[in-house]
């Protein structure tokens, strides 16, 4: 690459079920979120800790992810999905969905595609966020005036270290692909979504 490169594009979020066997981390019953508008990760680490001896610091330690959140922002979630994030039972025959104390929230693997450009090269990088869990959504709508004011949601997710033996909290492929079609092939494989 003779550039660095920028980030002009997301798109394509997906989530699916956290599943933690024995130390091998899944995914399973993943589908796509919603169409993607933004997204922020915050992570959080820990302070560095320094050993001193000898009248100079001789190790230290830190710089370890202790946590997080990631905010996706996107137009409203799909039906599956927001049930999937949120917990809720499926809908009552009447349509209506309860929102009550039978309601927990899982961990899940959130995905999604980022779209970077080099030197006029354009490549997809999908991003995996390995275990979340939903802490918010935005609830809010305004009524329409003289036009129509595009309104999104904004879901807020904690971030977690996996129970991998290496407790990942992320992974990127950084290479990327040359279409956002073979990106989001890669990501949909990565959370166990089968075609």
């Keep these: 690459m003779a550039y660095g490169r920028v980030r002009v594009g997301f798109s394509l979020p997906y989530v699916a079920t956290y599943v933690n066997t024995n130390g ?4 399973t019953g993943g589908m796509r979120l919603a169409r993607g508008v933004n997204v922020s990760m915050s992570p959080e680490y820990s302070d560095n800790t320094d050993f001193y001896a000898d009248n100079d610091v001789q190790e230290s330690e830190g710089g370890t992810f202790t946590g997080g959140t990631c905010t996706l922002t996107c137009d409203d979630p799909l039906a599956a999905a927001k049930a999937l994030i949120e917990g809720t039972p499926e809908a009552d025959t009447d349509g209506w969905v309860a929102h009550g104390e039978s309601a927990e929230k899982p961990y899940v693997g959130l995905g999604w595609i980022v779209e970077y450009v080099s030197g006029g090269v354009h490549t997809w990088v999908p ?10 959504i935005d ?10 004011e595009y309104q999104t949601s904004a879901m807020e997710f904690t971030l977690f270290r996996d129970d991998s ?21 890669a990501l949909k494989t990565a959370l166990g979504i089968t075609p």
Excluded at 170 to 177: D, T
């Design 127 to 136: 991003t995996i966020a390995c275990k979340a869990r939903l802490a918010s």
């Design 165 to 185: 033996s290496n407790h990942n909290w992320k992974k990127v492929n950084e290479a990327g692909f040359d279409t956002e079609a073979a990106a989001e092939a």
């Design 24 to 27: 091998t981390v899944t995914y």
């Design 139 to 148: 609830d809010e709508a305004s009524t329409r005036e003289d036009g129509v």
